[in-house]
């Protein structure tokens, strides 16, 4: 069985940092990717951003500029730095890995933006 657990959430003013890190464990095998997802109140569930173990990076035009996903291979953990943040990022954020044995999702982290 394979756990996703992710941590770093919280409430934060406008323009302020967030770290969200994302650990993978038990029978994993191998990593193809990583990525994270966020759903806001009353919207679909949406691609943040996505990065291969090679290191290929895709981000929503949203984000780009403002978040970095970055993958520790041997550690099966990836983080999302997140920096300049806005109220309209508020969401639940979903760490998501594509193995070998499959797709698997974490049971999120709240993050707030407000003044």
């Known amino acids: 069985q394979v756990q996703l657990v992710e941590s770093g959430g919280g409430l934060v003013q406008p323009g302020e940092s967030l770290r969200l890190s994302c650990a993978a464990s038990?029978?994993?095998?191998?990593?193809?990717?990583m990525a994270w997802y966020r759903q806001a109140p009353g919207r679909q569930r949406e691609l943040v951003a996505h990065?291969?173990?090679?290191?290929?990076?895709i981000y929503a035009n949203s984000v780009r500029g403002r978040f970095t996903i970055s993958i520790d291979n041997p550690k099966s953990t990836t983080y999302l730095q997140m920096s300049s943040l806005k109220p309209e990022d508020t969401a639940v954020y979903y760490c998501?890995?594509?193995?070998?044995?499959?797709?698997?999702w974490g049971q999120g982290t709240q993050v707030a933006v407000s003044s």
């Open positions: 990065i291969a173990t090679g290191g290929a990076t």
């Open positions: 998501n890995m594509l193995s070998s044995t499959g797709t698997h």
């Open positions: 038990g029978n994993i095998f191998r990593i193809y990717s």
